[in-house]
């Protein structure tokens, strides 16, 4: 009986020179409409305003430019309508995103337990924010009517005066952080659903054998598993109430945001100057201050997220 040598093993032909260069390629390929969006959309209007910005440039002839350097962002400095549109910003966006989030997070903390309809409730807390902003500041500026307002007459039945809810300072700041936390809260109050229900019931079954309260058990579990929902949604509502635009504008219509700029946000600001007093230039400015804005206000978030995480951390 003889024995058959073992077949040495074929080695595989390699790929052609095309199928290996594709491989190498394709990845890149299925990503290039979205970074061709991006770059055409996202980046390039970016880098635009910024020339913009340097330039002065007016609506009615956009072709001619004339380098000013940093002159549309010392002018700004220059300008107090500019600081009051900041301070603005600043004050409307505390009034509306801390009782914004408060609410939405008692929201999620009801709407968590087992309830009659909540899926119904739960489809109700998006008609707000799927209702347009233009229709919504309508209706609450009917409601915020000095003399025929629903508002004023229920502070009449509780023995207080009428407001004048457009002319006051304070109390148009109310108003316009009344809409924004009507269209916003129960967006984020979701938001927050879908963080508790990501949190692991072990915690609060071991919690309510040590003897736990609810109260307690919400503090102590809740909020700790939903700290990374309560940064995003912090961040969120910063950057909104940087860029807020629609709500001041329609409230009375006006780009000045009320007589005295009570209520001017430093998107309607920016809206001003391009749009109505036709300075581009300036406008590209004001554009960049929200965009570096923003940045800071994030990065502070962030860091001070960060920082309490490694204080606890470290306990």
């Known amino acids: ?34 970074f061709s969006l991006f770059a055409a959309f996202g980046l390039f209007p970016l880098v635009y305003t910024a020339y913009v910005s340097l330039h002065r440039v007016e609506l009615q002839d956009p072709g001619t ?49 087992r309830l009659r309809g909540r899926t119904f409730l739960r489809t109700a807390m998006l008609l707000p924010y799927a209702t347009s902003v ?31 809810w457009q002319s006051d300072t304070l109390a148009s700041q109310i108003a316009v952080s009344t809409i924004v936390v009507w269209r916003w809260t129960g967006y984020n109050a979701l938001i927050y659903l879908a963080g508790m229900q990501s949190i692991p019931s072990e915690l609060y079954e071991a919690a309510e054998m040590d003897g736990a309260s609810r109260l ?11 700290r990374p929902t309560i940064l995003f949604t912090v961040v969120i509502s910063t950057i909104g109430a940087t860029q807020l635009f629609g709500e001041p504008l329609l409230f009375e219509g006006s780009m000045s945001g009320g007589i005295s700029h009570q209520y001017q946000t430093l998107g309607l600001y920016l809206y001003e100057q391009g749009w109505g007093f036709f300075h581009l230039g300036r406008a ?32």
């Open 134 to 164: 233009a229709a919504a500041t309508l209706v609450f500026a009917q409601l915020f009517g000095r003399d025929f307002g629903l508002v004023n007459y229920a502070l009449g039945l509780a023995g207080v005066g009428p407001v004048d």
């Open 65 to 113: 430019m004339e380098w000013r350097g940093l002159g549309n962002y010392t002018a700004l400095l220059g300008d107090e309508f500019f600081w009051t549109a900041l301070r603005n910003t600043f004050t409307i966006g505390l009034l509306s995103t801390v009782p914004q989030l408060v609410m939405a997070l008692g929201l999620a903390h009801l709407l968590n337990h």
């Open 216 to 226: 307690r058990q919400f503090f102590h579990v809740t909020l700790p598993g939903l």
């Open 1 to 34: 009986m003889s024995l058959a040598a073992p077949a040495k093993a074929v080695p595989a032909p390699r790929p052609p020179a095309v199928r290996r260069l594709w491989r190498v390629l394709s990845p890149y390929a299925y990503v290039a409409p979205f």
């Open 284 to 315: 590209a400015a004001i554009a960049w201050v929200m965009f570096l804005l923003i940045l800071v206000l994030v990065g502070v978030n962030a860091l001070a997220a960060r920082r309490r995480s490694r204080k606890e951390a470290g306990r």
